[in-house]
């Protein structure tokens, strides 16, 4: 059974029950005759939908789509949504700097405002916004700065217009698996990581059913996950096999992060240090439209430990070195070479920042002699040590290799990876512990 197969059997249980609940809120209306797959008439047109049907509806596939069989009363439409970006903006000073930056061109409005969603898109963003508000405003956010990138990167209207509608549903996807797996503190376990890589493609599906909607709007949603250098999902596209607009929905994705309202928002400093680390994931063409935001970054900063810091430079170190000194041994040759090609990278950003993680006590002395530089440090040791825990979920994505044990296809797990595992496992214990 395919993924998309499996998608289609289990996993909208989780999207059928968020429509149905809504139906308890607000008037959800059949708009036709909804059959099972096996041609059984399920709802009748006219059928108020509500909990109440859901048992019935999560035993089958459904003939139409749900989006396409239901309709709600005060479905978003795209003023809806303007409406709802401005909400954001004025709540988020960031978000204002944005907008203003906006306003010295065409708005939001006079660039998106005209677009009519479809009837069956303008009921899921109904759904998304109140069955999965975090989703809804993620999207909201990525389409401000999704339209700002594309505006300064000289694109023509209707390709500005393309990136920013492709922004707005780019996770439409995500409302079709379980929400608990979205919560931030869930561990994804290999299976449950297999539905979260193919929500790109289970977004694409269903926007390429809708004929209004310029290709270039599903193919950079399809992209919005790929990587200038290979490392993306869904298909690993590099360079220019992404489009334009799929480019700019991954470096927004990555900016994002230092636009959100909540009390995650990271520092624009912070920002810096994870695009240095990660240019030849998103080029350097878009991330420089960013820097006229560097200038009201906030200077807050969490209190820097000594002793923190000592423990993250030693891991880093010992990270290194386990690789490095087990490089050698006969394992997946592919899993071998994307690793070592990743960390040569991440040696010469370390290199490049001051720190050879081959001489941990160096930098450990220098934060002796100048406790003030232990600030700009921590947050370039907290990106190196997710630098590492990503390159396991990219190895365990596309090769399959696990943490112990033997790999596909009968090849002996490599030696570094059990042992990168294991010290990213004890630092994360130790840390829960304090």
Same mark, same amino acid.
Request: with cysteine.
């Given at each position: !059974?395919?993924?998309?197969?499996? =998608?289609?059997?289990?996993?909208?249980?989780?999207?059928?029950?968020?429509?149905?609940?809504?139906?308890?809120?607000?008037? /959800?209306?059949?708009?036709?005759?909804?059959?099972?797959?096996?041609?059984?008439?399920?709802?009748?047109?006219?059928?108020?939908?509500?909990?109440?049907?859901?048992? =019935? +509806?999560?035993?089958?596939? $459904?003939?139409?789509?749900?989006?396409?069989?239901?309709?709600?009363?005060?479905? $978003?439409?795209?003023?809806?949504?303007?409406?709802?970006?401005?909400?954001?903006?004025?709540? &988020?000073?960031?978000?204002?700097? $944005?907008?203003?930056? !906006?306003?010295?061109?065409?708005?939001?409005?006079?660039?998106?405002?005209?677009?009519? /969603?479809?009837?069956?898109?303008?009921?899921?963003?109904?759904?998304?916004?109140?069955?999965?508000?975090?989703?809804?405003?993620?999207?909201?956010?990525?389409?401000?700065?999704?339209?700002?990138?594309?505006?300064?990167?000289?694109?023509?209207?209707?390709?500005?217009?393309?990136?920013?509608?492709?922004?707005?549903?780019?996770?439409?996807?995500?409302?079709?698996?379980?929400?608990?797996?979205?919560?931030?503190?869930?561990?994804?376990?290999?299976?449950?990581?297999?539905?979260?890589?193919?929500?790109?493609?289970?977004?694409?599906?269903?926007?390429?059913?809708?004929?209004?909607?310029?290709?270039?709007?599903? &193919?950079?949603?399809?992209?919005?996950?790929?990587?200038?250098?290979?490392?993306?999902?869904?298909?690993?596209?590099?360079?220019?096999?992404?489009?334009?607009?799929?480019?700019?929905?991954?470096?927004?994705?990555?900016?994002?992060?230092?636009?959100?309202?909540?009390?995650?928002?990271?520092?624009?400093?912070?920002?810096?240090?994870?695009?240095?680390? &990660?240019?030849?994931?998103?080029? %350097?063409?878009?991330?420089?439209?960013?820097? /006229?935001?560097?200038?009201?970054?906030?200077?807050?900063?969490?209190?820097?430990?000594?002793?923190?810091?000592? =423990?993250?430079?030693?891991?880093?170190?010992? +990270?290194? &070195?386990?690789?490095?000194?087990?490089?050698?041994?006969?394992?997946?040759? %592919?899993?071998?070479?994307?690793?070592?090609?990743?960390?040569?990278?991440?040696?010469?950003?370390?290199?490049?920042?001051?720190?050879?993680?081959?001489?941990?006590?160096?930098?450990?002395?220098?934060?002796?002699?100048?406790?003030?530089?232990?600030?700009?440090?921590?947050?370039?040791?907290?990106?190196?040590?997710?630098?590492?825990?990503?390159?396991?979920?990219?190895?365990?994505?596309?090769?399959?290799?696990?943490?112990?044990?033997?790999?596909?296809?009968? %090849?002996?797990?490599?030696?570094?990876?059990?042992?990168?595992?294991?010290?990213?496992?004890?630092?994360?214990?130790?840390?829960?512990?304090?």
């Amino acid at each position: !059974m395919t993924l998309l197969e499996e =998608k289609n059997q289990v996993v909208d249980k989780h999207y059928l029950r968020a429509v149905t609940e809504l139906g308890d809120e607000r008037r /959800i209306v059949s708009t036709c005759d909804i059959y099972s797959q096996t041609g059984i008439k399920l709802v009748a047109a006219g059928i108020l939908v509500t909990s109440s049907l859901y048992e =019935k +509806l999560v035993q089958h596939k $459904l003939l139409p789509a749900l989006d396409r069989a239901l309709a709600a009363d005060d479905m $978003l439409s795209m003023a809806g949504v303007m409406s709802d970006l401005e909400t954001l903006m004025e709540r &988020n000073s960031r978000m204002k700097a $944005l907008s203003n930056e !906006m306003r010295k061109g065409d708005s939001y409005r006079q660039i998106l405002g005209d677009f009519k /969603i479809p009837s069956a898109l303008a009921f899921k963003l109904t759904v998304a916004k109140e069955k999965f508000p975090r989703i809804y405003e993620h999207s909201l956010l990525l389409m401000a700065v999704s339209t700002y990138l594309a505006r300064c990167d000289g694109l023509n209207a209707s390709e500005v217009k393309s990136a920013g509608i492709a922004a707005l549903f780019h996770d439409i996807g995500l409302l079709h698996i379980d929400p608990a797996l979205l919560e931030p503190h869930h561990e994804m376990t290999p299976a449950e990581r297999k539905h979260l890589y193919a929500h790109p493609l289970t977004a694409y599906l269903m926007l390429n059913e809708f004929p209004e909607l310029p290709r270039s709007v599903s &193919n950079a949603v399809l992209e919005h996950h790929e990587r200038m250098d290979g490392s993306g999902y869904p298909r690993g596209l590099r360079g220019d096999k992404i489009s334009r607009n799929g480019q700019i929905l991954a470096i927004a994705e990555l900016a994002a992060k230092a636009f959100d309202s909540d009390e995650q928002a990271i520092p624009w400093k912070k920002l810096d240090v994870m695009l240095k680390l &990660n240019s030849r994931k998103y080029g %350097q063409g878009l991330i420089g439209f960013l820097n /006229i935001f560097r200038a009201s970054s906030e200077g807050v900063h969490d209190e820097v430990s000594f002793e923190r810091l000592n =423990k993250q430079v030693q891991l880093v170190s010992k +990270l290194f &070195n386990d690789f490095y000194q087990n490089d050698s041994v006969p394992c997946n040759p %592919q899993a071998q070479d994307f690793a070592q090609a990743r960390l040569e990278e991440l040696r010469l950003g370390l290199f490049e920042a001051g720190f050879d993680p081959r001489d941990p006590e160096s930098l450990i002395q220098m934060f002796e002699d100048d406790p003030e530089c232990m600030k700009d440090y921590a947050l370039l040791l907290d990106e190196v040590t997710w630098q590492f825990k990503s390159l396991m979920l990219e190895i365990a994505r596309q090769w399959s290799v696990p943490t112990g044990g033997r790999a596909a296809g009968g %090849q002996a797990m490599c030696p570094w990876l059990s042992l990168m595992n294991q010290t990213l496992a004890e630092y994360s214990a130790d840390t829960l512990k304090r």
